[in-house]
């Protein structure tokens, strides 16, 4: 066994994370709001390093792919990075989109791409028409869609739930560290808010859950890829995990930034708007438990490796 | 990335599947349990084990192993660990006894204990925790006083896991009443029968042979009992824990009772039960993977050589917290079964619940308190600059 990503795939994350650091960082996400035009300028800079080019059907390359939806993850990069990616093996098709019905919302629709809504039984419809669904201060980007008959299948949702949870991943570490850093130059009561354990045990929840959803992250990589069978529940086990982990990394994060963290001024409050489209669309948290008991119960829960005798 | 197992660690799985279907009884919960049959069945299967060469399987050729990778000892453990741990006690003299007397013994404890060890002869119990020394350890008082050739040893044990079915003590004594407090400790390896050791059972909901206390009266202690050097024995400790690492495969267990939980119940009990509750027990098989992928982590850097102590106490955090998760679902799933007739259908799975939920509160308190790793945890994170 070896759970490390490729070193190859690191480095394409840091040139990715480099690239976006040295254009802008956060300011992407300021920008874009107030110029949604700017999404496009951020889709053609990704271009530029091959991102769309990338053979995701070879495993380095799609550890790589993964790699750079956390990194577009770690500055709320507004642009559906995970969605494009996830097209990239299917025809006519530039930006794929998870919806729960016809008339869904779904993020960056707006943007001048190909989209396809792909529902969760695997069928799939083109975009016809998306509408910015009222600029809302937690879904700047959020459009209302209208789609074309439902007229094919496609195995892709597997691939863009786990992309969209390497987003959410980048997103949660990103406020881990940027909380664990609050918290040591904070001073309160003559010391840094990180002397007391309460605030030291909050955070090993937050990284506790991180490096959990981590883990998981890279293994439901390598497990859609290995066995197929299983991939859907797999990417729901993983969203699952995801979901529940940016519960637990937000909510420390705002209590121990104070008033601070709900400022646009501050960094945490555009990770936590902005990280609420990947978690409400097209389910949150209980719809997503409920979708996967039912997931499981069609295809069981494997292991990586299976213990115990049977029943 | 890889997480496919080694055909080594896969043909181990099958070897030790056969074993434990020949070996074990159909009803085996342990040897834990208030049947000494169980206890017997531990000892006859170790012996098995030992005869095939399957205690030593990691261990040096130079010692008697096979020499055989981390992989194939986690494949070990999580099949004893999900099927019972039918190696009772001794799951212990693999995890982190026989490496201890590898690194720090001498050559006539090497000898004596590594062959027994690897023949499954041999139970110990870990002589740590004191009435006033718990988490605090190095606060520690039994105390081994000087005398002519050697030491008297006089003082306190309590939680002594396996005392009463152990035939050895790793034992912390203080040498150096004066000393910083974890300086002057020393590790001693005295036989239980040895006259002034006295082993006393502690009665508890966790079932019988796991607490007990030991009392030292004047035990005499010569310079062969000592492991490692006198007054050095907190790095002893410090060294031998670091060996325990994953300790137990808790999740393997865990994942092995969520997953029968659907078919042990029956479909008319399973599906009458409340979306809560289906979505608790789902969630806790996210944990249980999520548990295992951070095990795998720690030991893929172990077969490198290499310790991220952050790592490991995220690993035991979460797979501990786990453990109470699927006890309290797994309850609440059998629901009033658990106090009911304990001969009513499915009494095999609903006893295998039962006992999980009562082993199960020890999990955050047992081998370092839960707040210890957030500690230990907080610490890696450079929370407080030093």
């Known amino acids: 066994m070896n759970t490390e990503l490729a070193l190859e795939a690191i480095e394409f994350e840091q040139t990715v994370s480099l690239s976006l650091g040295a254009t802008g960082g956060f300011e992407h996400a300021r920008r874009a709001e107030l110029d949604p035009g700017h999404r496009i300028w951020i889709g053609d800079h990704l271009g530029g390093l091959d991102l769309w080019d990338m053979d995701v059907s070879q495993e380095t390359q799609l550890e790589a792919a993964a790699l750079a939806c956390r990194a577009a993850g770690r500055i709320a990069l507004p ?220 295809t069981g829960f494997y292991s990586p490796v299976t213990t115990g005798g049977p029943t | 990335m890889n997480f496919r197992e080694s055909p080594e660690a896969e043909s181990l799985r099958d070897q030790l599947r056969a074993m434990m279907a020949d070996l074990l009884p159909e009803d085996f919960l342990g040897g834990f349990t208030n049947d000494p049959a169980d206890m017997d069945t531990t000892e006859a299967f170790c012996r098995e084990l030992g005869s095939r060469g399957l205690i030593s399987l990691t261990w040096p050729s130079e010692y008697g192993g096979q020499g055989r990778g981390t992989w194939e000892q986690m494949a070990l453990r999580e099949e004893m660990w999900a099927n019972y741990e039918p190696r009772g006690a001794q799951y212990m003299n693999v995890n982190w006894v026989a490496p201890a007397l590898m690194r720090f013994g001498s050559q006539d404890q090497k000898d004596r204990h590594l062959p027994a060890i690897a023949a499954g002869e041999e139970v110990w119990c870990q002589g740590f925790s004191e009435p006033e020394a718990g988490s605090d350890l190095a606060s520690l008082r039994t105390a081994a006083k000087p005398t002519v050739g050697g030491w008297e040893i006089s003082g306190q044990k309590v939680w002594t896991s396996y005392a009463t079915v152990a035939q050895w003590i790793f034992l912390l004594a203080r040498t150096d009443p004066v000393a910083e407090k974890h300086h002057g400790i020393t590790v001693f390896i005295l036989p239980l029968d040895r006259p002034g050791i006295e082993v006393r059972p502690i009665r508890s909901m966790v079932g019988p042979h796991h607490l007990n206390e030991v009392f030292l009266d004047g035990v005499w202690a010569g310079p062969e009992d000592v492991m490692g050097e006198v007054n050095d024995g907190w790095r002893v400790v410090r060294e031998t824990l670091a060996f325990e690492r994953v300790g137990i495969a808790r999740y393997a267990r865990c994942e092995r009772l969520l997953l029968e939980a659907p078919t042990a119940l029956g479909e008319g009990r399973w599906s009458a039960l409340p979306l809560t509750l289906t979505a608790r027990w789902a969630m806790a098989l996210v944990h249980t993977r999520q548990a295992r992928i951070l095990a795998y982590r720690v030991i893929d850097k172990q077969s490198s050589g290499r310790v991220d102590p952050g790592e490991v106490a995220a690993y035991r955090i979460a797979v501990t917290k786990l453990e109470q998760e699927v006890a309290e679902v797994l309850m609440d799933a059998v629901g009033e079964l658990a106090s009911g007739d304990p001969d009513e259908e499915p009494w095999k799975f609903v006893r295998a619940v039962e006992d999980h939920w009562r082993y199960a509160q020890a999990a955050t308190v047992a081998s370092g308190s839960v707040e210890m790793q957030r500690i230990l945890l907080a610490r890696s994170m450079d929370l407080v600059r030093r």
């Open chain 1, 79 to 298: 642009y559906p990075v995970a969605e494009r990616v996830a097209a990239i093996e299917l025809k006519g098709t530039d930006a794929i989109g998870l919806v729960a019905h016809d008339r869904a919302l779904l993020a960056h629709a707006d943007l001048p791409l190909r989209w396809t809504a792909l529902s969760l039984d695997g069928r799939t419809a083109p975009v016809e028409a998306a509408s910015p669904s009222g600029r809302t201060t937690l879904g700047s980007f959020v459009c209302r869609i209208e789609v074309a008959p439902w007229e094919s299948e496609a195995d892709a949702g597997a691939l863009l739930v786990v992309l969209q949870c390497w987003t959410l991943l980048g997103m949660l570490q990103a406020a881990q560290e940027m909380t664990a850093s609050y918290v040591r130059d904070r001073r309160q009561f003559g010391q840094s808010l990180a002397e007391f354990q309460s605030v030291q045990f909050a955070l090993t929840d937050v990284a506790v859950a991180t490096q959990g959803l981590e883990e998981l992250c890279k293994y439901t990589t390598w497990a859609i890829v290995n066995r197929p069978a299983e991939a859907l529940t797999d990417a729901f086990v993983l969203r699952s995990a995801a979901l529940e982990a940016a519960e637990t990394t937000f909510r420390v994060g705002h209590q121990l930034y104070g008033a601070i963290g709900f400022c646009d001024e501050s960094d945490i409050s555009w990770l936590s708007r902005h990280s609420q489209a990947l978690r409400r669309l097209p389910s949150g948290r209980s719809q997503t438990e409920a979708a996967l008991v039912q997931l499981i119960g069609r």
